[in-house]
Structures are given as C-alpha cells and as structure tokens.
C-alpha cells in the first residue's frame, strides 16, 4: 500500500506513517507550502486544511517565515532562509517554478526551476512503514553556463501548527561534558544552534526537540529533527510574534558557501523529523527504533564487550606489555581487545609521529602480526586505534607533504594537542588515508578500528584549489565518509568506533557507517550518567561505547565502587579500560562476575525498549529500564549518589510489561505481577550507603 497520495485538484501531498500525517501543498503561485505535520489524517481531511492565505497585518509584516516548505530568500520574505542562492549578476532571491513530480510507494520528489534562472531545486521526501520518521533532503542543481554560489542550502526546514507555549530541547556540552541535556521555553525570535569546529562537536548536538511546554518523559504531544551530518552545521529555530514556530536545518554555519559550477549539484545529508505522542521517552525509542532498523549497517548484532588499553598503558605500547593485559582481559571475559594510541612511527607522546602509520620497530620488532595472533587465539578479536585525520609537524608525513593540511599561505597553523588536520577535502590525500588503512587491516586481520580525530578546524583553508575553502567543508566530510566506505568494503567483517576526543562526532551521518561511538573521554561514572541520559535522547545505547576505568579517575579524581562503575557502563556497550596488572584477584572475580552479568542481559539493553523511569539526581535513586520487544523479560539498572537516612523510598513504576503476566527475578526466585510493578510500583533495593547500585533482571512466567 502507497505511504503517499496526491491530490491533483487541490495540490496537496499526503505522507502516512503508521501513526502520523504529513502534509504539504503546492500553491497557486508554484510554491511548496506545509499544511500540517501530526496525527493521521485522510487525503480529504488534508485538503480541509487549505484555506486562504491572510493578508499581511501591516506594510511590515511579509509572508509568514514557516509557511513554506524550504523558506527562500527573496519577496517579502524576512525569516531565516533555507535556501539563499547568488547568482553571477548579482541577484540573491529565488523564485519558485514547478517543473515536475515522481511519487512512489515511499518517495516523493517535487522539481522547481527558478523562473528566471537556470537553477533546479528538488525536494526529496522519504518514509518507512515501520517508522514515524520522515527523511527530508534537498538536491540543488546548476542548469546554466554560469557559475552559482549557494549562501545558504538547509537540508529541510519543518513547521509546527499554533500552540500556546513552545520548548526546545537539546543537548550542550564541551570535552568531556557532553550532551548536557537543556529544556527551555523557545524564545521569541530566532535561536541559533551550530558548530563551527569542522566536526559535530562537543558542544552541541545537531537535533532538536519541540513541544508546548507540557510534555513529560510519558506524555505529551513531541516534534523533533536530527541532521545526519559530520562536519559543520546550523539549525534555527524560530517563534514568530503571531504565535508560531518551526525549525530549519542544514549543513554549514554563518559566512559559509558552496560555489556551484555549470552542471554540477549539492545534494544535502537527510534532516529527518518525526511526531510523537508519548512524551519524551516515546520519542527517544522512535529514534532509537529507527536508528537500529535504518541507519546502523550492522543492526542485529550485539556489541562485543570490549578492553581498551589506553589508561592502562599511555603511550608505552609494546608487545610484551599488551600480551600481558590482553591475557588478563581474556580471563575477565572481554570479546574485543583494542591496542590505542602509541603502537606506530615515533609515537611517544602527542608531540610526533601521528601521520606516520607503521608499526614501531623498537616496539614491535616482528611487526604487529605476533601480537594480533596472540589476542586471536585467546578468543577475542583485535582492534586498533587510529586518528587518520591528523598530523604531527613532527613526522615524516608533514615533512613530506606539509601542503596536506588546512592551512592559509599567509596565516599561522595553529596546532591544538600538537597537531594539525589533514585536508581530507584533496582526493590525493583521502586516497593516502585509504590505501594504508586497507593494507593495516588487511596484512593483520584487524577485526576494529577506533577511528579518533582529536581537534577542530582552524585556518580551514585550500590553497591552489578554485574556491578551496568554500569547497572544503562538504567535500571533506563526503571523502571521509567514502574513505570508511570504501575500506569496508573491502573488510566487511571490519567494526569501526567514532570517536573525536570523546562524543565529538555522534550524528547519523557517522552512524551510518560505523557501528558505535564513544561518547565521552570522560569515563567516571558520576558524570556519566548524565552525559549518557543526554546522549540516549536520540541515539540508542547499541551504539554508546562506556567504560569501566580505574579509580581515583584520572580527570576527576573520584573514587566510586567497581559495581557501581560496572552498573552504569552497562547501560551501553560495555568496555573495560583499567589497567588490569593493578586489579587485585578480589577486583578480577568481581569483574568477571559483572561481565558474565552484563553478557546475560545485553540483548535488552543493546536491542530493548529504553524507559528512563528516573533521571540522574544527586540525592534520589535513577533506573533505567530496557524491556525485550516481546516483553519476555526487562532490565532495570538503578544508581544512588548519596545515603540520606530518612529519604522518601519512592517506588520505581515499570512500563512495558506484558498486562497480566508474571515476572521472576532472575537471581533471588521472586515473582511480581505486572499489573502491581506497573500501577504500584517496585522498591528496588540497594546496598546501603553512597554509590549504591544494582541490576534486577526480570522474565516473565511461562502461562498456566
């Protein structure tokens, strides 16, 4: 059955999800207009929509700024634009002309022309018939003989119908404190979220929530959008003094451009949107649901518990020292051992060697063939670290081609940890990235790659190349993804991890071709748990590396108990990366146990239903609860900060549960009904004192 449908008479397109309506409508004029985006609706009810346009209000006021489609520049239009092109005359304003349709089961395409120029606009619209989401992009083409410069092209922008209140959602954050999750009224105005860095950035996150102020983690009516992008990005969001708001989004940030010669095209990465009813919590799960089915190239499988060796080991990598912890990591039951930074070049420190990718003679005097067989036939696959984009001055790489990075002729190049970036904008030098990474994982059979990139962009610049620094931005972050592709490809059993100093580079776009990312190079547990309850707003805990490191931590120097670490880097993709020749024998069994623990139940947590039934609280109990889709079994996962003698017990209400069922605690034998953990609530019982934690596995009964 067709998810789209067309009214002729009336112009409007319908898009069906299997709980939501989209509708869009081309007018009299030629110009793509939004009609509604909620709950379902016929095609009939759609057209009941289009109603005469009101005129102005005043001399002042021009067309309503989320009235269209993709909001241009040009008229009386004074909003912020989705598409704001220059042509070589010097005209900015485009004009709509539809010049065409295709609608299949689950796309929809509509083609314009400027009526003046030779500049095609096509708007593309995607849906699934297991999802709510609806995949939006826009592909601009050059028609003419001149050259055009895109000032601005967002990928789509999306209106919200009339509430009473507006609250946007999103994440803030810097190193080590990512996905800082913000809730706040929407501001008259325009409100600008962005990164400027060249990567996604730690700083913010391109999605976005909206609802009317009244939405809770279980109910309420929620409107959001992500960008599958890499590089630099913007989105603005906007509320208009007549009482309305939407959102547009797209690659790139203030003062950018994209040249566009005769014939050629920019196609935009997707904005995706979505509806939900539900409150917060169900519109995570979409996401999280449509993440697994339609982004991860690997979605059924399950992340293996993994080691990672570099709080161990620093930059003091050989091949005696990793044997020796991968033997210990093998007895603690990790699957994955990852060698980090330190095993190639001059690598010594962060001051030289990084370009210069083979392995270190001294350290490795027989290559890395030993070591890789050594971790094979302990059971566990072998990973390596790599930052393929960066540069040491101090290398042979830079010494041969110090033209390779981002650089003006006549402007400084500012290093960040001693390093600059490799422009992977220049065909040669992503070919270079290619080649060695094919050969590393190909001569040793290297099963993962965490693939690091370890600060921003600075002097952004292309010199020699025709409108290079306009060009570099998109260009560079399409080559890094063809890189990936192409090396998987070639290894199709190769895992790769994005990573960027922590949770620089989480986005769908990078999603769609690794298989996880690391959220944070801060692994201690306390303040884990919020980035972690920021990061699952939108991306599922398949795909959220988390660590069990050592204590005192090495950036806060906090010391909390093994288990509580353990319980709350369970709540992802478990990873170890203590320096495991330190751990007493107590230390070890007790490892050992919560591995075998987290290995019972890591079904739930990587392919489950996420309810977050209470956010981190420094003095009250939080639980997260992953439930089999099938409502088989469930999972909770509760954290105390701090004991306060006296403090209300409130019971924990599960969702999800199979009504009438009856549920068996995997370790003490109880059974609860679900009805009473449902609408009464559970007392979930933790070890006395601070940084208490525990993990209550749930299966339902079979039925009398």
Same mark, same amino acid.
């Given at each position: *059955? ?22 869009? #409508? ?32 005043? @001399? ?136 400027? =860095? ?20 279980? !109910? ?142 001294? #350290? ?36 041969? !081609? ?14 960040? =940890? ?7 904008? =220049? ?25 690091? *990139? ?36 070639? !290894?199709?059993?190769? #895992? ?32 884990? *748990? ?15 590396? @988390? ?66 039934? @209470? ?6 109990? @939080? ?59 559970? !007392? ?21």
């Amino acid at each position: *059955m067709s998810m789209i449908s067309f009214a002729p008479d009336s112009g409007v397109y319908l898009l069906a999800t299997p709980n939501t309506s989209y509708a869009l #409508r081309v007018d009299e004029t030629g110009t793509p207009c939004h009609l509604a985006w909620g709950p379902r609706l016929t095609l009939a009810e759609a057209e009941a929509l289009v109603v005469p346009e009101a005129p102005a209000a005043s @001399s002042f006021e021009g067309i309503s700024p989320v009235r269209e489609e993709l909001p241009v520049d040009g008229g009386t239009r004074y909003g912020p634009p989705s598409l704001q092109v220059r042509f070589t005359d010097g005209s900015r304003a485009f004009e709509w002309q539809p010049t065409g349709r295709r609608v299949s089961d689950d796309k929809l395409e509509l083609g314009f022309r400027d009526r003046n120029y030779p500049l095609d606009v096509t708007l593309h619209y995607r849906v699934h018939g297991d999802s709510d989401v609806i995949e939006r992009w826009t592909v601009v083409r050059n028609a003419g003989d001149e050259p055009v410069t895109l000032l601005r092209t967002d990928s789509a922008a999306w209106a919200l119908p009339p509430l009473r209140d507006y609250r946007l959602s999103h994440v803030t954050g810097q190193w080590c404190a990512e996905s800082q999750l913000r809730r706040e009224q929407l501001p008259y105005g325009e409100t600008v979220l962005t990164s400027r =860095r060249g990567i996604t950035s730690h700083h913010a996150n391109p999605w976005v929530m909206l609802d009317a102020g009244e939405a809770t983690e279980e !109910h309420g009516r929620v409107w959001s959008a992500t960008l599958a992008w890499s590089g630099s990005w913007r989105i603005t969001a906007q509320r208009t003094p007549d009482g309305r708001a939407g959102f547009t989004g797209g690659v790139g940030h203030d003062g950018t451009n994209v040249p566009l010669a005769p014939g050629e095209e920019f196609a935009t990465p997707p904005f995706a949107g979505l509806c939900t009813d539900g409150g917060f919590g169900a519109a995570s799960r979409a996401w999280h649901a449509y993440t697994i089915a339609h982004v991860l190239p690997h979605p059924d499988e399950v992340a293996p518990v993994l080691y990672n060796s570099w709080e161990a080991t620093g930059f003091d990598v050989d091949e005696v020292s990793q044997k020796a912890l991968a033997e210990r990591a093998a007895e603690l039951g990790v699957e994955l051992y990852v060698v980090d930074d330190g095993w190639f070049g001059a690598r010594r420190s962060d001051r030289a060697g990084l370009g210069d990718w083979t392995p270190s003679p001294d #350290r490795f005097p027989n290559g890395l063939t030993p070591l890789v067989d050594s971790v094979h036939r302990l059971g566990m696959g072998f990973g390596l670290w790599v930052e393929p984009e960066m540069v040491n001055p101090d290398s042979d790489l830079y010494r041969q !081609h110090p033209d390779w990075v981002l650089h003006f002729p006549d402007r400084p190049r500012s290093e960040l =940890r001693n390093q600059l970036v490799l422009n992977f904008a =220049r065909r040669d030098v992503a070919d270079w990235a290619y080649d060695w990474l094919t050969r590393l994982v190909g001569d040793h059979g290297i099963d993962f790659l965490k693939w690091d *990139m370890n600060r921003a962009f600075s002097e952004a610049g292309w010199p020699g190349q025709q409108d290079g620094a306009d060009r570099l931005g998109p260009q560079y972050v399409r080559n890094l993804y063809g890189v990936i592709d192409r090396l998987r490809a070639d !290894h199709p059993a190769l #895992r790769i991890e994005s990573c960027s100093g922590g949770g620089g580079r989480v986005d769908l776009g990078i999603l769609s071709r690794t298989d996880q990312a690391w959220a944070s190079d801060n692994t201690d547990a306390a303040d884990r *748990m919020g980035i972690q309850h920021g990061y699952g707003q939108v991306y599922p805990a398949r795909t959220m590396g @988390s660590w069990v490191t050592d204590v005192p931590n090495q950036l806060t120097g906090r010391t909390v108990p093994l288990r509580f670490r353990f319980h709350v880097a369970m709540a992802g993709a478990l990873g170890i990366g203590g320096d495991l020749t330190h751990w007493s024998e107590e230390e070890l069994r007790e490892g050992a146990a919560l591995v075998a623990e987290y290995k019972q139940v890591r079904h739930l947590v990587q392919h489950g239903r996420l309810d977050r039934l @209470s956010p981190p609280a420094e003095d009250a109990v @939080s639980v997260v609860q992953y439930t089999a889709a099938d409502a088989s079994e469930t999972l909770l996962l509760a954290y105390r900060r701090t004991s306060r003698h006296g403090a209300a017990q409130v019971p924990v209400r599960l969702r999800g549960l199979a009504p009438g069922a009856r549920y068996r605690d995997a370790r003490t034998g109880a059974v609860h009904h679900a009805s009473v953990l449902g609408e009464y609530g559970l !007392h979930v019982e933790l070890p006395r004192g601070d940084w208490s934690s525990a993990a209550l596995h749930l299966v339902r009964e079979p039925e009398a």
